[in-house]
């Protein structure tokens, strides 16, 4: 019968959500599924339809400055402030760790100073790069070699563009100098293959790669020339700088057609429809069109972003049917191309409708909470003016449009915007419909989700405190089953909310009273002065009457929530309090908590303490981290009837160490330390449907953490059960004298005294048989056929017992037949699980072995010694006997 294995808490990462594109360049494939992005020193490949990680490419120690993909994906040129260009072939992996192999080709030193830009052509063969000495280099990226080198900037390079320009051909006339009456020019027009930089000087050249030399120099511009594009339809060639207007150039005459004075910095232009309208963007963070006809902006006026939503960098191939936008804050934008489809030439239309948003990192995760009405969306408070809503769905969904993709977990799918300084703290109510935000502008608002229907509306602005918001609650009790509430929650809001400030006040706004003409609370139902310091944290307690506010003056008070008189207060911490959070409804009891609950809270003394609701006392204090308490969430206690499942009510705790600590009430004890942050934790919450924690840190990354407990108690017990039946089995193999199969069984194993024995009976026993090495043939087949493991493990064996003499004499033994069966170069290169070499354990075991070895031989010879003396000893007796 196996043993009873005792409840042992464990959780596992089970997904997570990780920056992609934390600034610098971006590239993209011509069929819109490979996006390669930087990591800082790192380079990311990404399906842009799925989220799919296809790859990562370390880096070389130094922050990527360019980047650039061939059309087809398949070589990625990376150069950094190291000075060097790595060129990488991207291949599908034959690993079942990855999906894209990147294999290095080339690695140069393409300039003598860091490259600002680079491109490849539309056949993916040549690279250009352009450097800040001024220099303008073609590469052969196969090759990996120089073909062209272009000198005539002055400043830095800033932008490159491959193209293919129609050159009329003239015929010369019967007279040198004149031409014929007809202007005898021949319509027919060549292919020259061109390449055209723009540099910190405001020129634009134009190379010739043929003739290898420069064929015109555009200079007209005034300040630093940020993008060049060219239309094949249009035979002209567009420049974008940030002197804040673009120019269209004939590629015939090399004139100016037309100017279009943008009016905000440019960074990036481009051509859509057939090269009838150019888009550009710039400081602005819009996406703005242009007809080349006229110069004339078909989208209507759109209000400037803020300074970290201006865009960078603009990717269009004319196979997809989006316009990617990069911004400065790290997210990407599709702009559907669609509404081009049909318009008139004089018509103004909308700005093109974003199709996705892409959040290339979340910054710092301040806060978290699940929304939705199956908790399937995750609202992320990240460091910003604006909420993110991700989702969590668990299997993709056919897209519309496979391009456009975006249905996988962890996917944007909606940008709460409204609050004007950033977002400090939220809080959801029952049904998942309804999120209450605090921000630094001093003011809160109350949230209408329905993700359902891609209904995100402010429902209430509550405006009153002097200072920023640090804390706000949600009622959570949950209405009568059947009523209008419970049925349809959306039109239902929450019946108050409950903020706290840094002005040391809290106050009570009843929803009753919104107005929805102005969507703001006309006053507060009542204003506490409640704490010395800032408030922290607020938390409503299950049935909505009572809640707790947590402080920087080291206290928590407890409230009465309709009349907001205090009915308790905690003290004992030593620092601010961060944290605080009431026991579910279904939690147990501890020894000493009586009967009205139980609550947590968190300090910057690096403590959690339980205090009792009955007599406001401490029950136990949690000590373990290293740093400040900043989150606790408290997890939902099981009542299924589960034998083997003993544990008590949980609380999990995030802090500044950048661990998440599980701790079982009932017995005061830690449970399981989870670790998978680099940075501060600022968030934690429970999963109500899944009951698994989320954490998410100063880090940018937001971990999802499974409770495997009840998996890791059924494997123990399925382990235990399993080895009792191989004790027996070993038992009755011994018994019937089945060496052979009881040895290896016993290594299996791991149990060196039973091992021993078997080896002792082997090597001692009367009967040997012949040309054995152990006394047993079937054991020397044994030993013969043993993994590199299990030879290493019985080298550990034969050490230890080579070190007590009365064990020897059988570690002698067995060595002697390893050496026999395995040539050196076999124990010398064992290679043990993983792909991990025991070259430096196999000589550590060999010394060892070695040292020990010499003793006994000593003593031996000192033995040996010692019989002559007693032979002559036995042999004198005898001669004085005899006479």
């Not at 989220?51 to 070389?60: S, V």
């Not at 204003?527 to 307690?541: E, M």
């Not at 947590?550 to 008070?557: E, F, I, L, P, R």
């Not at 040895?743 to 039973?754: F, S």
Request: contains cysteine; negative net charge; proline residues 3%.
């Amino acid at each position: 019968m196996a043993q009873k294995v005792g409840s042992k808490t464990t959780f596992e990462v089970s997904k997570t959500i990780a920056p992609i594109y934390v600034g610098g360049a971006v590239a993209l494939s011509r069929n819109g599924r490979i996006l390669a992005t930087c990591l800082g020193e790192d380079a990311l490949l990404t399906d842009l339809a799925t989220g799919t990680e296809l790859g990562r490419i370390e880096g070389d120690g130094d922050v990527i400055t360019s980047m650039a993909l061939t059309p087809s994906g398949s070589h990625l040129a990376i150069c950094s402030r190291s000075l060097s260009m790595r060129i990488y072939a991207l291949k599908p992996s034959t690993s079942e760790d990855a999906i894209m192999d990147a294999e290095l080709t080339r690695s140069l030193k393409p300039h003598t100073s860091p490259v600002v830009v680079c491109t490849t052509d539309r056949t993916g063969t040549l690279l250009a790069t352009g450097g800040a000495d001024g220099i303008v280099k073609v590469w052969d990226i196969q090759g990996g070699y120089t073909t062209h080198s272009f000198h005539g900037h002055s400043g830095v390079i800033a932008a490159l563009h491959f193209f293919e320009a129609q050159v009329t051909n003239e015929k010369p006339s019967g007279k040198k100098g004149k031409k014929s009456q007809n202007n005898d020019v021949d319509d027919s027009a060549t292919v020259s293959f061109r390449l055209a930089s723009g540099g910190e000087d405001g020129k634009v050249r134009v190379w010739d790669l043929n003739k290898r030399k420069s064929v015109a120099t555009l200079d007209s511009h005034v300040s630093v020339v940020r993008s060049i594009c060219f239309s094949e339809e249009e035979n002209a060639l567009a420049t974008g700088s940030r002197d804040k207007t673009v120019m269209i150039w004939d590629a015939r005459t090399w004139k100016i057609r037309s100017t279009m004075p943008v009016l905000e910095s440019v960074e990036d232009i481009g051509f859509l429809k057939d090269g009838s309208v150019i888009y550009t963007g710039g400081e602005n963070g819009t996406l703005r069109l242009w007809t080349i006809s006229n110069g004339r902006e078909i989208t209507k006026d759109q209000p400037p972003g803020f300074e970290t939503e201006s865009i960078v960098q603009i990717i269009h191939h004319k196979q997809l049917p989006y316009v990617l936008t990069i911004h400065a804050d790290q997210t990407l934008a599709l702009h559907s191309v669609r509404p081009l489809e049909n318009r008139d030439e004089e018509s103004t239309i909308e700005p093109l409708p974003v199709l996705r948003r892409i959040s290339g990192t979340h910054d710092e995760v301040i806060d978290l909470a699940h929304v939705g009405s199956d908790y399937s969306y995750l609202a992320l408070a990240t460091n910003l003016e604006d909420i993110r809503i991700v989702s969590l769905a668990s299997t993709q969904e056919n897209d519309a449009d496979e391009q456009i993709g975006g249905n996988y977990f962890g996917a944007d799918k909606a940008l709460l915007k409204g609050h004007e300084d950033i977002i400090i703290c939220m809080d959801t109510d029952w049904s998942g419909h309804w999120l209450a935000t605090g921000a630094k502008d001093n003011t809160a608002r109350l949230w209408r989700l329905d993700p359902e229907n891609n209904s995100y509306t402010c429902f209430a602005t509550y405006t009153g405190h002097a200072e920023s918001l640090g804390a706000i609650g949600l009622p959570k009790n949950k209405p009568q089953v059947g009523s209008a509430a419970h049925s349809n929650p959306l039109e239902h809001p929450p019946a108050f909310v409950i903020t706290g400030s840094q002005d040391k006040t809290i106050k009570r706004w009843n929803n009753s009273n919104i107005k929805q003409d102005t969507q703001k609370a006309s006053r507060a139902a009542w204003t506490r002065k409640a704490h010395d310091k800032d408030i922290n944290a607020i938390d409503v307690n299950h049935n909505a009457t009572l809640f707790a506010s947590a402080s920087q003056d080291k206290t928590v008070k407890i409230w009465a929530a309709d009349e907001g008189e205090t009915v308790g207060v905690l003290r004992g911490h030593r620092r601010g309090v961060w944290t605080v959070k009431f026991a579910p409804k279904e939690t147990p009891s501890i020894n000493g908590s009586g009967s009205r609950g139980l609550i947590a809270t968190g300090s910057g003394d690096k403590t959690v303490k339980i205090w009792s609701l009955t007599d406001y006392s401490c029950l136990l204090t949690l000590e373990g981290h290293t740093n400040s308490i900043l989150k606790l969430a408290w997890l939902p206690y099981s009542t299924e009837d589960d034998a083997r499942d003993k544990r008590g009510p949980e609380v999990a705790s995030a802090a500044g160490d950048g661990l998440v600590k599980v701790w079982d009430i009932s017995s005061g004890e830690l449970a399981t330390t989870l670790d998978n942050h680099t940075d501060r934790v600022w968030a934690l919450t429970v999963n109500p449907v899944t009951k698994g924690l989320v954490s998410g840190g100063g880090d940018g990354v937001v971990t999802f953490w499974e409770d495997t407990t009840s998996a890791t108690m059924e494997a123990a017990a399925h382990q235990e059960s399993e080895r009792v039946e191989q004790e027996q089995r070993l038992q009755n193999l011994e018994h019937v004298g089945n060496y052979r199969e009881a040895i290896g069984l016993a290594l299996q194993l791991n149990q060196p005294a039973r091992l021993f024995k078997l080896f002792k009976n082997v090597v001692e026993a009367e009967e040997q048989e012949e040309q054995s090495l152990t006394g047993l043939l079937a054991v020397d087949e044994v030993l013969g056929s043993l993994a590199d493991e299990q030879i290493f493990t019985l080298l550990l064996r034969i050490r230890d017992w080579n070190t007590n003499a009365k064990t020897a004499q059988v570690a002698q033994k067995l060595l002697w037949a390893l050496m026999r069966l395995y040539p050196a170069s076999r124990l010398s290169g064992l290679q043990l699980a993983g792909g991990a070499h025991a070259k430096g354990s196999v000589k550590g075991v060999m010394e060892a072995l070695r040292a020990y070895t010499e003793r006994h031989f000593k003593r031996v010879d000192e033995l040996l010694d010692e019989s002559y003396l007693l032979d002559y000893t036995l042999r004198e007796m005898d001669e004085v006997v005899s006479v």
